[in-house]
């Protein structure tokens, strides 16, 4: 499936401009394959910018989740995560959040 999404409208260069995105989800799982935008400013701007998603995991033995993201910009890729473990709801403190110093 292909879904488009506009988000609320950016302003670039003091112009408004749309922000769409498309969400490409598999038909048998509605697992998110991939998703499109266009860039709108910078050297890239009027090329599509690319997230895949792929070697989706069971988390917890009930969530489906992607251990491995690729993202590409005009077709050439700019990097690749590969997630190594996901925890939901882990115990986090307040100080886990203060900046050193």
């Known amino acids: 499936?292909?879904?488009?999404?506009?988000?609320?409208?950016?302003?670039?260069?003091?112009?408004?401009?749309?922000d769409i995105v498309?969400?490409?989800?598999?038909?048998?799982?509605?697992?998110?394959?991939?998703?499109?935008s266009a860039l709108q400013d910078g050297q890239d701007a009027s090329k599509v910018a690319t997230l895949e998603f792929s070697?989706?995991?069971l988390v917890e033995g009930k969530y489906l989740t992607p251990f491995k993201v690729i993202q590409s910009i005009g077709g050439q890729d700019v990097f690749e995560l590969v997630i190594k473990k996901v925890e939901l709801d882990p115990a986090v403190t307040d100080k886990e959040f203060k900046f050193p110093g």
């Open 22 to 36: 498309y969400y490409y989800l598999a038909v048998d799982s509605g697992l998110s394959l991939f998703q499109e």
């Open 55 to 57: 070697d989706y995991q």
């Open 1 to 18: 499936y292909k879904i488009e999404v506009q988000r609320e409208n950016t302003i670039v260069e003091g112009k408004e401009k749309k």
